[in-house]
């Protein structure tokens, strides 16, 4: 069991499109390499939603009294989230270590096969979970999504200065729901912390429907970039 290449998809603000990129790249990168999905947003996962997939279950294994997870397949992509595991109102009140030993056990116990990549859809912010997933996940990189929102390219800063204290390397950011070239201007300041700009994802209505059968071209100049980057 290997995993080349480890890509946390990241943003210290919610609702920029982290799980919607995350699932879109992933699909489209799915047609020439082994990819998986670690849904680590234990408050709020939505990778099995957005794959239409809540009603599966990942197999559990027994080894030498162990409890080992099978990832539940589909399109081609191994997906693990607490999503399949956990009743979403329970986990909605834990405290800190109970989310950090879930990130833990979902990384550890899953039996994820050989993969090029696995993509980790992170939750919003810069707390717990990020630092559990520097220490147990082990990214090889980040890939950072923002709006061109003036909230979020201000936020996206606070994502940049985690990932150099944690010392994982960021591939760059993707300026998401983009409607025009003005737009991409506002992305000064992030590059002016040496963080370079991958793509542009424009308003999609396939994405805001959750129907990622019909990508953007985009998503195919993305997944170059990141062959390219890793
Ligand atoms: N490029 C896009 N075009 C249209 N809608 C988008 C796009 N990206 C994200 N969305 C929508 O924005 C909302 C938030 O996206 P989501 O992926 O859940 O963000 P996050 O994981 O960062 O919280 C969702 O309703 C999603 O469908
Ligand atoms: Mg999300």
Known sequence: M?????????SAKGGVGKSSITAAIALNMAKTSKVGILDADIYGPNQHILFNIEHLKP?????????????????????NSMGFLLDET??????????????RQLMNSTLWGDLDYLFVDMPPGTGDAYLTVASEIKPDFALLVTTANKLAVHDIQKSIILFNKLDIKMMGFIGNNIANIQETNDFGSIKELGISHIS????NLDIYNSNLDN??????????????LV
Request: hydrophobic residues 50%; proline residues 6%; charged residues 30%.
């Open 90 to 103: 329970k986990v909605a009140i834990w405290r800190g270590p109970m989310l950090s030993g879930a990130i």
């Open 200 to 203: 542009s994802i424009p308003f």
């Open 59 to 79: 197999k559990v294994i027994l080894k030498k009294d162990k409890k080992y997870l099978e990832p539940v397949v589909t399109k081609d992509i191994a997906i």
């Open 2 to 10: 290997a995993i080349k290449k480890i890509i946390a998809i990241a």
């Open 215 to 228: 990508l953007p071209s985009c998503f195919d100049d993305i997944s170059k970039s990141i062959e390219e």
